[in-house]
């Protein structure tokens, strides 16, 4: 079954958590979307381009599936720069064909922001995978530094970042953050990834055995 599944939220919510572990549950492709943005910011940084300031459209384009396998796309600036690209309208429109294209091909689970809202509105199911803003900031941080006591300080630094980059993708005019209507809302600070996991999958299941 040519499947497409979107796995939307804000970060470091356990989107693409999910998304690989269900992609692997029913056999599908996953996408992290996320990563495209990331390796456009890098990409530009790299060729001496300021991703808040200059057009990344000719390097959405000449992205290469090479760029997205860096070890080096997870780090402050990436972040930033991501989320400023990510504000392009031609940058988005470049991605989008890319998005579907490798979706389309045999279905898949694709996580992002805007997957179940812009990038595929008639997806056989969407999740809205959310956490309260200290949840997240602590996943991060652990998923960063491991499971020892965080340094508050680091960890409040870390927080602020992600709640302004939250900001910025909500409010930003172009495919802002938000829930699909017919998305299903997955409340995660109580749950761990495995319990998400065995939410969603019974999602699945009652909404695919119908
Ligand atoms: O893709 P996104 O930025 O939404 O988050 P992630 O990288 O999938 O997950 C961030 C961290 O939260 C990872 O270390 C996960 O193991 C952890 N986590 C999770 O994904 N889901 C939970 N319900 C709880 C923790
Ligand atoms: O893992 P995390 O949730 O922290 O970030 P990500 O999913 O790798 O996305 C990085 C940035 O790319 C986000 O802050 C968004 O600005 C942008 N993005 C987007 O606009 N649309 C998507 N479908 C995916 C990411």
Redesign the pocket.
């Known amino acids: 079954m040519r499947l497409i599944i979107a796995v939307d939220?804000?970060?470091?919510?356990?989107?693409?958590?999910?998304?690989?572990a269900l992609a692997a549950a029913l056999d599908l492709p996953h996408l992290?979307t996320?990563l495209l943005y990331r390796a456009v910011a890098r990409q530009m940084i790299l060729a001496g381009l300021d991703p808040a300031a200059d057009s990344g459209e000719q390097t959405a384009h000449a992205l290469q599936p090479e760029d997205l396998q860096r070890n080096d796309l997870r780090v402050p600036e990436i972040d930033r720069g991501a989320s400023a690209v990510a504000t392009q309208p031609p940058v988005r429109a470049a991605l989008l064909k890319r998005q579907r294209e490798f979706a389309m091909a045999s279905g898949a689970v694709i996580?992002g922001r805007d997957i179940g809202t812009v990038v595929f509105p008639d997806a056989d199911l969407k999740f809205f995978?959310t956490?309260s803003a200290a949840v997240?900031a602590l996943?991060?941080y652990?998923?960063m530094h491991g499971m020892a006591d965080p340094v508050q300080a680091e960890l409040e630094e870390l927080a602020a970042e992600i709640e302004a980059r939250d900001r910025k993708d909500a409010e930003r005019p172009v495919s802002p953050l938000r829930k699909a209507d017919d998305a299903v809302l997955v409340e995660?600070d109580h749950?761990?990834?495995k319990?998400?996991l065995t939410h969603a999958l019974s999602v699945v299941r009652s909404r695919f055995s119908a």
């Open positions: 939220g804000p970060a470091a919510a356990g989107k693409g958590t999910l998304a690989k992290d996320g996580d995978v956490a997240r996943r991060r652990q998923q995660t749950l761990d990834a319990a998400v």
